[in-house]
């Protein structure tokens, strides 16, 4: 008797969640909200793509976050299984460590798709040149992107110089010439000028890197994000 009423128990309580959910998506649809969460609905990019293609994909998947229509594609269980032990990513980008800047939701793409490093302050040490290295010429990336974002803490504490506990104060040496290039003291043009100075870094430090994008094989762009209306513009580099 007791297993009997466990068993109705158990039948009634699935019974209502999938009610619930039924009308939870009814809820969304009702108010506009497209229900496209977890879904593969973008066509792949082609192996032959070029990296003008590449830099694209990887823009209107920006503009799909900025409009409010993401797609949130390849983010299924079944995308990551299928991707096994083998994953070829067409974009690779240096992202600061910034908790706001998550750059797989701002470019609205899913495993698989994008070869993420990301380190305060989005500058190119010895150690994330040799991953984009590995993300570019082993991977198979076609764009290469140094991301920065307005009201970078990382640039702001290196403007101001002050004392840091720990090993904070590494980063500075990385940012420094940044601020003597941008000869200015605005925090959002030293951003902008730091992006740049990234982007150099990695086409001259790393012979792989600068060899892929005179073959053409690969394109090294700059970007900041803002947070105000969730743009990333590209720079002039």
Do not use: W
């Not at 993401?70 to 910034?98: F, H, I, M």
């Not at 994330?128 to 010429?137: Q, V």
């Not at 076609?142 to 009201?151: D, I, Q, R, T």
């Not at 947070?227 to 720079?235: A, I, K, S």
């Amino acid at each position: 008797m007791c297993d009997e009423v466990r068993s109705n128990s158990e039948i009634s309580r699935r019974h209502l969640l999938k009610i619930a959910g039924v009308a939870g998506a009814g809820a969304l649809a009702g108010a506009g909200i497209p229900n496209t969460l977890y879904a593969d609905e973008l066509p792949p990019l082609p192996s032959d793509a070029t990296p003008d293609q590449a830099l694209q994909t990887l823009m209107a998947g920006n503009k799909r976050f900025m409009a409010g229509k993401v797609t949130s594609p390849n983010r299924t269980l079944a995308r990551l299984q299928a991707l096994g032990e083998k994953q070829a990513p067409y974009a690779s980008v240096l992202g600061c460590a910034d908790s706001r800047v998550p750059v797989e939701v701002l470019f609205d793409t899913g495993f698989g798709d994008v070869f993420v490093c990301r380190a305060a302050g989005n500058i190119a040490t010895p150690q994330i040149i040799g991953s984009l290295e590995y993300g570019t010429i082993v991977l198979g990336s076609k764009v290469l992107m140094v991301l920065g974002h307005v009201a970078c803490g990382a640039v702001s504490a290196t403007l101001k110089g002050d004392p840091v506990p720990g090993q904070i104060g590494s980063l500075y040496p990385y940012i420094y010439p940044s601020i003597a290039q941008a000869r200015s003291k605005d925090l959002n043009t030293v951003v902008a000028q730091n992006v740049r100075y990234q982007v150099d870094l990695l086409r001259n430090a790393s012979p792989v890197i600068r060899d892929l994008t005179r073959e053409k094989k690969l394109r090294v762009v700059g970007g900041v994000f803002d947070f105000h209306d969730g743009r990333v513009t590209l720079l002039d580099t």
